[in-house]
C-alpha cells in the first residue's frame, strides 16, 4: 500500500495519478493518508491507480461523497463494468457471488426489507441486557486471568461476535472456524484462490444450518428467513445462504476493530478517555459518533459507477467510470468539522459518514451502536488503570484488510 505509484492521467495525457490505497503516516496511525488533504483542497476529484490498473475517480470532499451516495445515477451494482474492484479476491468473489449490498434498487431494497426491521434501533436497544451481560462477563474473565492481555482478542472481538451468533442462532462454539476464514475474505493480500476458498467453507457452513433451521426453526434470523422467505420463494437457498454469510461477517469484523481501535485511541488521548468513562447516557451517545468519525474503519472507500454523466464538484464523471469516497477523508473534511485532526468526545457528529449516507449506508448500524455505547464506559470504568503493555509503535495496524484495526491490543492495568 502505497501513494508513490504514478501513471499517465488520461484525462490530460501529464504524469502523476498517486496510486490507491495510500499509505498512512506510521507516526500517526489513526489519521488518514495526508495526501487526502492535499488532494481536498487542489484536486477533490482526481484520477487514482488501482491494483489492475483501472484508474477511477477519488472523492475526498465531505459534500460530494453524500451527493454520489444520494444519487441513483451512481450504481452500487458490483457487477457493472467499471466498478472499482478493491482487489484481487474482492473482484473474484464477485464473479461468484453479489451481495445485495453491492445492487441497486429495486433488487437492494428488496432484499433489504427482509432484514431490516431485525436491526432497528427499538430491537437493538432491547438486546442492551444482554450486550451488557456478555461485556461484564467478559471483563470477569479478564480480571481473573493473567495480565498483559490481548485485548482485541479477549474483547473487542467475542462482543460482536456472541450478538451476531445470537441473533443468527449460530453456535458460539464455532467462533473460531468462522473468525478465521472471514479474516481471509476480507483481506487484501489473500489471492482470490484463497478467497474463494474460505468463502466456500463459509457458505457450505452456513447452507448445513440454513437445512437445519429449516426442519426445526427457532427464534433467530435464520429460522425467520426461512419460514418467512425460502420457504414462500422470496429468496432460493443461494441467496438466503449468501444474506446470512454478510450478516455474520459484517456482524462481527467491523465492531471488533471499531471497539480495539477506539480503546487504543482514547489510551493515547487520556482527556478524552477521561470524559468517556464519567459521561452519562447521552454523552456516551455522543463519543461513539466521535470515535466513529475520527477512526472510520472502512478505510478502503466506497465504491460506485456512474451510470450516466454526471458533474461532481466541477468534474465531469462519464458513464461507466468508477468512484472510490474514502469516508476518512469525508470525515476529516474540515468545511464540515472543525479541528477535524483532533479527537474531541463532545463534538456533536452524528452526521459523519462512517456507515455511508442515503439507501445503502449499514444496515446494522444500530446493533454496532449499541454495542459499542455499551463496551467503551464498562471498560473503563471498571479497569480505570488500563493501559498499554507494549510502545505504541509495536501494535500491529490492520492496513490489509477491508476494516481498519489492530490485530492484536496488549494492554495491562
Same mark, same amino acid.
Given at each position: /500500500?502505497?501513494?508513490?505509484?504514478?501513471?499517465?492521467?488520461?484525462?490530460?495525457?501529464?504524469?502523476?495519478? @498517486?496510486?490507491?490505497?495510500?499509505?498512512?503516516?506510521?507516526?500517526?496511525?489513526? #489519521?488518514?493518508?495526508?495526501?487526502?488533504?492535499?488532494?481536498?483542497?487542489?484536486?477533490?476529484?482526481?484520477?487514482?491507480?488501482?491494483?489492475?490498473?483501472?484508474?477511477?475517480?477519488?472523492?475526498?470532499?465531505?459534500?460530494?461523497?453524500?451527493?454520489?451516495?444520494?444519487?441513483?445515477?451512481?450504481?452500487?451494482?458490483?457487477?457493472?463494468?467499471?466498478?472499482?474492484?478493491?482487489?484481487?479476491?474482492?473482484?473474484?468473489?464477485?464473479?461468484?457471488?453479489?451481495?445485495?449490498?453491492?445492487?441497486?434498487? @429495486?433488487? %437492494?431494497?428488496?432484499?433489504?426489507?427482509?432484514?431490516?426491521?431485525?436491526?432497528?434501533?427499538?430491537?437493538?436497544?432491547?438486546?442492551?441486557?444482554?450486550?451488557?451481560?456478555?461485556? #461484564?462477563?467478559?471483563?470477569?474473565?479478564?480480571?481473573?486471568? @493473567?495480565?498483559?492481555?490481548?485485548?482485541?482478542?479477549?474483547?473487542?472481538?467475542?462482543?460482536?461476535?456472541?450478538?451476531?451468533?445470537?441473533?443468527?442462532?449460530?453456535?458460539?462454539?464455532?467462533?473460531?472456524?468462522?473468525?478465521?476464514?472471514?479474516?481471509?475474505?476480507?483481506?487484501?493480500?489473500?489471492?482470490?484462490?484463497?478467497?474463494?476458498?474460505?468463502?466456500?467453507?463459509?457458505?457450505?457452513?452456513?447452507?448445513?444450518?440454513?437445512?437445519?433451521?429449516?426442519?426445526?426453526?427457532?427464534?433467530?434470523?435464520?429460522?425467520?428467513?426461512?419460514?418467512?422467505?425460502?420457504?414462500?420463494?422470496?429468496?432460493?437457498?443461494?441467496?438466503?445462504?449468501? /444474506?446470512?454469510?454478510?450478516?455474520?461477517?459484517?456482524?462481527?469484523?467491523?465492531?471488533?476493530?471499531?471497539?480495539?481501535?477506539?480503546?487504543?485511541?482514547?489510551?493515547?488521548?487520556? #482527556?478524552?478517555?477521561?470524559?468517556?468513562?464519567?459521561?452519562?447516557?447521552?454523552?456516551?451517545?455522543?463519543?461513539?459518533?466521535?470515535?466513529?468519525?475520527?477512526?472510520?474503519?472502512?478505510?478502503?472507500?466506497?465504491?460506485?459507477?456512474?451510470?450516466?454523466?454526471?458533474?461532481?464538484?466541477?468534474?465531469?464523471?462519464?458513464?461507466?467510470?468508477?468512484?472510490?469516497?474514502?469516508?476518512?477523508?469525508?470525515?476529516?473534511?474540515?468545511?464540515?468539522?472543525?479541528?477535524?485532526?483532533?479527537?474531541?468526545?463532545?463534538?456533536?457528529?452524528? %452526521?459523519?459518514?462512517?456507515?455511508?449516507?442515503?439507501?445503502?449506508?449499514?444496515?446494522?448500524?444500530?446493533?454496532?451502536?449499541?454495542?459499542?455505547?455499551?463496551?467503551?464506559?464498562?471498560?473503563?470504568?471498571?479497569?480505570?488503570?488500563?493501559?498499554?503493555?507494549?510502545?505504541?509503535?509495536?501494535?500491529?495496524?490492520?492496513?490489509?484488510?477491508?476494516?481498519?484495526?489492530?490485530?492484536?491490543?496488549?494492554?495491562?492495568?
Amino acid at each position: /500500500m502505497t501513494d508513490t505509484t504514478t501513471v499517465t492521467d488520461t484525462t490530460s495525457g501529464k504524469p502523476g495519478i @498517486p496510486g490507491f490505497p495510500m499509505a498512512r503516516d506510521a507516526r500517526c496511525p489513526f #489519521d488518514p493518508p495526508k495526501e487526502y488533504e492535499r488532494l481536498r483542497s487542489e484536486r477533490p476529484v482526481a484520477r487514482v491507480a488501482l491494483w489492475d490498473g483501472t484508474h477511477p475517480w477519488l472523492i475526498t470532499r465531505y459534500a460530494d461523497q453524500r451527493a454520489i451516495l444520494g444519487d441513483p445515477r451512481f450504481s452500487a451494482d458490483a457487477r457493472n463494468p467499471g466498478y472499482p474492484a478493491q482487489s484481487p479476491s474482492t473482484k473474484a468473489n464477485r464473479k461468484v457471488s453479489v451481495s445485495f449490498i453491492a445492487t441497486d434498487d @429495486p433488487e %437492494h431494497s428488496r432484499y433489504r426489507q427482509m432484514l431490516t426491521k431485525h436491526f432497528t434501533f427499538r430491537r437493538t436497544q432491547a438486546m442492551r441486557p444482554r450486550i451488557q451481560r456478555i461485556v #461484564d462477563g467478559l471483563i470477569d474473565d479478564l480480571v481473573a486471568g @493473567p495480565r498483559p492481555v490481548d485485548l482485541f482478542t479477549e474483547f473487542a472481538l467475542p462482543i460482536p461476535s456472541t450478538v451476531i451468533c445470537d441473533l443468527l442462532g449460530v453456535p458460539y462454539a464455532d467462533h473460531t472456524f468462522f473468525q478465521e476464514h472471514t479474516s481471509v475474505a476480507v483481506s487484501f493480500d489473500a489471492s482470490a484462490e484463497q478467497s474463494l476458498a474460505s468463502r466456500a467453507e463459509l457458505g457450505a457452513y452456513m447452507g448445513e444450518l440454513l437445512d437445519a433451521k429449516n426442519r426445526t426453526p427457532g427464534d433467530d434470523i435464520t429460522s425467520t428467513l426461512v419460514v418467512e422467505q425460502l420457504r414462500t420463494g422470496a429468496v432460493d437457498r443461494q441467496q438466503a445462504v449468501g /444474506m446470512l454469510l454478510l450478516l455474520l461477517a459484517a456482524g462481527h469484523e467491523t465492531t471488533a476493530n471499531q471497539i480495539a481501535l477506539g480503546v487504543l485511541a482514547l489510551l493515547q488521548h487520556p #482527556d478524552q478517555l477521561a470524559k468517556v468513562r464519567d459521561a452519562d447516557g447521552p454523552g456516551i451517545v455522543t463519543a461513539v459518533e466521535e470515535l466513529l468519525r475520527y477512526l472510520t474503519i472502512a478505510h478502503s472507500g466506497r465504491r460506485r459507477v456512474a451510470t450516466e454523466d454526471v458533474e461532481i464538484g466541477g468534474q465531469l464523471i462519464r458513464a461507466g467510470e468508477g468512484v472510490v469516497l474514502p469516508g476518512d477523508a469525508g470525515n476529516r473534511d474540515g468545511a464540515v468539522f472543525e479541528n477535524p485532526d483532533r479527537l474531541d468526545v463532545t463534538r456533536q457528529a452524528r %452526521h459523519h459518514v462512517a456507515f455511508g449516507y442515503g439507501v445503502h449506508q449499514c444496515l446494522g448500524q444500530p446493533l454496532a451502536r449499541a454495542e459499542l455505547q455499551v463496551a467503551y464506559p464498562t471498560l473503563l470504568r471498571r479497569l480505570p488503570e488500563l493501559r498499554l503493555a507494549v510502545p505504541l509503535a509495536e501494535i500491529p495496524f490492520r492496513h490489509d484488510k477491508l476494516a481498519y484495526g489492530v490485530y492484536e491490543l496488549p494492554v495491562t492495568w
